[in-house]
């Protein structure tokens, strides 16, 4: 089986080595093709003004000078065009995607590229707590359970073009209660919040501070899932079209 990994932490990112760690559980046969610094919160942006370069960094090891989309596409007409992947791998991101964090997401914008092209792909985080981590975020939890998750799934059926997008809870691992196929969450934002300083020459610059404020709908989501402490997993998909809201459209056109 070749296995493709990718990610948008960049190709020196930490959990990049944990994401490689868990495929050589399956193959030998790994590529990796990521961006070659860090790209959060590129979503399925692509870089259409300015070139691509692609830099080795050992044998099947690359790096663009673009985003987690770019990288995939890079992979797939380019460095792997005469051998494609069976599976295309995307993380293990530093912090989490969950909910509508999932359309923010360069890990899972990887993911998704790959599925676009008829290729099973998987976007795994590990979500940590944000106060005071810094850099020292653990990934205890996807290194015990990465591999766990992703075997059922290999052998599983899947629908065309969807996403398996896999969550690993805050907690030790001797903590984690199991795995949890869970719907995709909602939060209820709170108005986004500028922070404004001043830098040493007197220019305002500003800080996005979203002040999400999760919400627990009355069914089990991946927010919930995650914060009881389960590895989650949720099969996503890029058809956006809202088919309750189709009929009363189709009538007022008429």
């Given at each position: ?30 590529t ?36 987690p989309t ?25 912090g ?38 810094g ?6 939890v ?17 629908a ?32 986004a ?62």
């Amino acid at each position: 089986m070749r296995i493709l990994l990718s990610n948008d932490d960049g190709i020196h990112a930490p959990g990049l080595a944990v994401l490689e760690t868990i495929a050589r559980a399956f193959s030998d046969d790994i590529t990796i093709v990521a961006p070659i610094e860090e790209q959060s919160g590129a979503g399925r942006s692509l870089t259409l003004t300015r070139p691509i370069r692609l830099h080795a960094f050992g044998e099947k090891k690359f790096a663009v000078t673009g985003t987690p989309t770019d990288a995939v596409m890079m992979a797939l007409a380019h460095v792997m065009k005469d051998n494609p992947p069976d599976l295309i791998l995307s993380g293990v991101n530093r912090g989490a995607n969950l909910a509508e964090d999932v359309t923010y997401s360069g890990t899972v914008a990887a993911a998704m590229e790959g599925a676009m092209a008829g290729i099973r792909s998987v976007a795994m985080s590990q979500v940590y707590r944000r106060e005071g981590a810094g850099n020292d975020v653990p990934f205890d939890v996807a290194e015990q359970w990465g591999e766990r998750v992703l075997r059922p799934l290999i052998d599983a059926p899947w629908a065309p073009r969807t996403v398996m997008n896999i969550n690993f809870p805050a907690i030790a691992t001797d903590q984690v209660r199991g795995i949890r196929v869970a719907e995709q969450g909602l939060r209820d934002y709170a108005a986004a919040r500028l922070d404004r300083r001043t830098d040493l020459r007197g220019f305002d610059y500003y800080w996005l501070n979203l002040g999400r404020a999760p919400q627990t709908p009355g069914h089990r989501t991946d927010l919930e899932a995650s914060a009881d402490g389960y590895v989650t997993v949720t099969p996503l998909h890029c058809n956006l079209t809202h088919q309750p809201s189709m009929a009363g459209l189709d009538k007022i056109y008429r």
